[in-house]
């Protein structure tokens, strides 16, 4: 059994300047009190993981891939792809482009048809500030917002937004006395209301790396940090934080675990999951599951192969690529272990003679999404495309952009 140490939580809100205060009810408006899903106001699960810049309404796909500064779009009616821009005089390779988000765009999102995202300024030299950005699903009337806080010389930075909030967590890098300290940091601003911020959780680690997600379901905020200790020895602590009332719970602080917790989700029935993988490669990917009445992981299944090491856990499901030379297979389980998916990676327009890397943007039963990037030693600027797996039919990739 795991050992399950204390973490001291900082609750900071009334220390902090400018930091609201709650009133036992911090719904943002009251349509938001219900534990139903909205999703004109709730944040896609199944994107929201720390690398993906994707979205989905149901005419279309949004999203950016690594390498490039602007917006994408696919239209799912006609298939049309392009950069996602509403100006008809632009030429779209330009600060002044509506597609334009830069190398650093975080939190894409879709909400209240509308697109939000956080960047700096292109037209602001030598400044660390982020904004809330947002346009129409057209491409039209994009416009700043907000400034937005981020973990001072942050690192896994994660945005979303979801029922009136922008919520944040990451890494900050601070130097108190001399001694340098990482701080696993999250909070919440108010969307179109600056300054109303709120520490919801801000703990100090001792040693490097340690890694948060977060995940949002109806009026609960769920929280998952690891922090690797020395070889062979992971921390591993979930909490649950009320939206309405800011108050937190544990649901499990432990540590002495062998594997690193590594990717997390949260499925509509509330059942938290992790996967657990061994940094040294000696073990498939490992499916763990929180338990409830004892407040432990317990260990539900692995990929079987040591093929599959690593993985990521999307909308109810569990993905991992294999590669060998060229070529690349996707294996895909529902969380009761069952296998959806097992094939080579193909889609239109994939060359034969290089390989691919790919890299997990989300996903459900239904699809999952991959970008891909050519790798090649030959190939000074590689091709990065986004593409969709349909999983249900059994089919090969599809080419988004």
Request: hydrophobic share 35%.
């Amino acid at each position: 059994m795991w050992r399950i140490r204390s973490i001291v939580l900082i609750m900071i809100c009334l220390l902090l300047p400018g930091c609201t205060q709650s009133t036992g009810n911090d719904l943002a408006d009251e349509v938001f009190d219900t534990d139903d899903m909205l999703p004109r106001y709730d944040s896609q699960s199944k994107f929201c993981l720390p690398v993906s810049c994707l979205v989905e309404t149901e005419q279309a796909y949004y999203g950016r891939v690594m390498g490039t500064h602007f917006l994408n779009y696919y239209d799912k009616e006609s298939g049309e792809t392009g950069i996602l821009c509403g100006r008809l005089d632009c030429s779209h390779d330009d600060l002044e482009c509506n597609g334009y988000v830069g190398w650093g765009a975080i939190g894409l999102s879709v909400y209240d048809e509308k697109i939000y995202w956080t960047m700096k300024d292109p037209q602001e030299k030598n400044t660390i500030d982020h904004y809330l950005w947002r346009m129409n699903l057209d491409g039209t009337d994009r416009e700043r917002l907000q400034e937005v806080r981020v973990p001072e010389l942050n690192t896994n930075v994660i945005i979303q937004i979801h029922r009136g909030y922008i919520y944040t967590a990451g890494t900050a890098l601070k130097v108190v006395e001399g001694r340098p300290e990482e701080h696993i940091q999250v909070y919440a601003e108010k969307m179109e209301e600056e300054g109303s911020f709120v520490s919801i959780l801000d703990i100090v680690y001792d040693s490097p790396m340690p890694y948060c997600n977060i995940k949002l379901l109806g009026n609960s905020l769920y929280i998952m940090i690891s922090h690797y200790k020395d070889e062979g020895n992971y921390s591993l602590a979930l909490y649950e934080w009320n939206i309405q009332s800011r108050q937190m719970i544990t649901l499990m602080e432990e540590e002495g675990i062998a594997v690193e917790p590594w990717s997390f989700s949260v499925t509509a029935e509330r059942e938290l999951y992790w996967i657990g993988w061994d940094p040294k490669d000696s073990m498939p990917a490992q499916v763990y599951r929180y338990n409830p009445e004892t407040k432990e992981g317990e260990f539900c299944f692995d990929m079987e192969s040591m093929d599959y090491l690593s993985g990521q856990l999307g909308d109810g499901v569990i993905a991992s690529v294999s590669y060998e030379e060229n070529d690349a297979w996707l294996r895909i389980k529902d969380m009761e272990g069952n296998t959806l998916y097992d094939q080579q990676i193909t889609f239109p327009g994939q060359r034969k003679d290089i390989s691919y890397m790919y890299t997990f943007y989300g996903g459900d039963q239904e699809y999952v999404y991959y970008e891909a990037m050519e790798r090649s030693e030959e190939i000074e600027y590689p091709e990065v495309h986004m593409i969709r797996i349909p999983i249900a039919e059994q089919k090969e990739g599809e080419f988004l952009w």
